[in-house]
């Protein structure tokens, strides 16, 4: 797709989804006579009503049946169509676990689940629609990519590349309209490759999703307090890029995760684990989610309270530093 100024500030009104489901798509559709896409009865919730319209052969409301939507998908990819199968996250990445596992996993069949809503961005209705474990329910199976992009530039660029192959992936859609951008003009997108978005020396800040945005004002502020921290956005989750990460280790005397997902199984446990393997590496720290939250709120409160607003995040960093040269 073209990227001018004004699509991205245009995606960016839309927010990821709205920018998956309402431009990418239909857009790779006209090329793309073999895509389909599936969704449990949340197309006008999720943007889909352009495709559907412009495509209603290549588009199924299977209902709110997630399990037979893996399934179905499943059945079309075995035809050799390329399918994208939707709903919350919250649903997609724990009802429909088994189905993943069985259909797409292990016979690595040509299906992108998209879990749209990650994160705690349905904040108002409670846990129940909290997706914060499915990085690590899907990290775990094998063959499956993940990516989460930044912005509703990125999840563009993700929904191009999902389409140009054919591995089973889980992409990660998470906020609403009004995605704060992050790339303010077009950029090279490398599947498996993290980006520098910020040059620092002190602490080397790796983060996925809505919270870049929350790791750039951070950064301004710890360079505001004498902290110089880099930015690294990590769109893909897995397979994580072993190489950037080494160049990351050697560079800073502090390492920190940032992630709208519990703190165990995610970017945070990704990034973790790769260094375990290596010698004289630098301190991680994790910031995430640990737990549910009692009380229900807006998606800023609810933030706010898990620690995950920029100001709460350079704090937690500012301390961490104070440690590490104390």
Not at 86 to 102: D, K, M, N, P, W
Not at 181 to 190: A, G, H, M, N
Not at 269 to 282: G, I, R
């Amino acid at each position: 797709m073209k990227v001018t100024s004004a699509n991205i500030r245009m995606w960016a009104r839309l927010g990821q989804r709205g920018s998956f489901f309402g431009a990418a798509l239909p857009e790779i559709a006209k090329e793309k006579k073999n895509l389909k896409l599936l969704t449990a009865d949340v197309a006008t919730l999720a943007g889909m009503t352009t495709f559907q319209k412009k495509f209603p052969e290549q588009f199924f409301n299977v209902g709110i049946a997630e399990q037979n939507m893996i399934g179905i998908a499943a059945g079309f990819a075995m035809a050799g169509d390329c399918v994208f199968a939707s709903t919350y996250a919250s649903f997609i990445a724990v009802r429909s676990l088994e189905h993943i596992r069985q259909h797409l996993s292990h016979m690595k069949l040509n299906v992108k689940v998209v879990g749209f809503s990650a994160g705690t961005i349905m904040a108002k209705s409670g846990i129940s629609h909290w997706a914060t474990e499915d990085i690590a329910f899907m990290r775990a199976l094998p063959r499956l990519e993940i990516f989460s992009p930044a912005d509703a530039l990125e999840a563009v660029k993700i929904a191009e590349y999902a389409a140009s192959v054919t591995t089973p992936m889980y992409i990660r859609i998470s906020g609403g309209p009004n995605c704060p951008i992050v790339y303010k003009e077009d950029y090279d997108f490398q599947p498996g490759k993290l980006v520098t978005l910020r040059e620092g020396e002190d602490v080397g800040i790796i983060v996925t999703g809505l919270m870049v945005n929350e790791s750039l004002t951070a950064s301004n502020i710890l360079k505001e307090n004498g902290i110089s921290a880099a930015v690294y956005n990590m769109h893909t989750i897995k397979p994580i890029d072993e190489q950037g990460l080494k160049n990351i280790f050697d560079k800073h005397k502090l390492i920190v995760t940032v992630e709208e997902h519990n703190v165990t199984g995610g970017l945070g446990s990704a990034v973790a684990e790769f260094k375990s393997t290596l010698n004289n590496t630098p301190r991680q720290i994790f910031i995430g989610v640990s737990d549910f939250l009692d009380t229900a709120g807006s998606h800023k409160y609810v933030l706010n309270v898990l620690g995950l607003t920029a100001e709460k995040i350079a704090a937690k960093i500012k301390d961490e530093w104070s440690n590490c040269n104390a």
